[in-house]
């Protein structure tokens, strides 16, 4: 599986930006899809990641009732909306693909497959 992320930009605080990634290659309902950031100087921290089949989402704390991770599994592409940013949102975004259950979508250790990062930056 290849990834394709797009939509990274620079944003002022309380905007919106939206992120898509799209997977090629072989796909099949069991997917998952993440998305992922790392801050300058931080750890990678996860955001968000919903499954190919039933579309069940999770989110990071952070990310809950702000951002909003879709699918369109016809275009095999996961997106990532994301409104009222703030400056701490400002990383490196990542989006990733596995295949399996939502159980261990929050840690990228068990993701297969990484697109390169897109910048996100948010300016106050």
């Known amino acids: 599986v290849q990834l394709q992320a797009s939509g990274g930009g620079l944003v002022q605080v309380g905007g919106s930006l939206t992120l898509s990634c799209t997977a090629s290659?072989?796909?099949?309902?069991?997917?998952?899809m993440g998305w992922f950031r790392r801050a300058p100087g931080q750890e990678r921290e996860f955001v968000a990641a919903i499954s190919w089949r039933g579309g069940h989402t999770t989110y990071s704390d952070s990310a809950k009732g702000r951002f909003t991770i879709t699918g369109d599994t016809a275009k095999d592409t996961a997106y990532l909306q994301m409104a009222s940013l703030k400056p701490e949102d400002t990383a490196v975004y990542s989006c990733?693909?596995?295949?399996?259950?939502?159980?261990?979508?929050?840690?990228?250790?068990?993701?297969?497959?990484w697109g390169q990062g897109t910048q996100v930056t948010v300016s106050s």
């Open positions: 990733a693909a596995r295949y399996g259950s939502m159980s261990m979508s929050k840690f990228g250790r068990y993701y297969s497959y």
């Open positions: 290659g072989r796909t099949d309902t069991n997917l998952v």
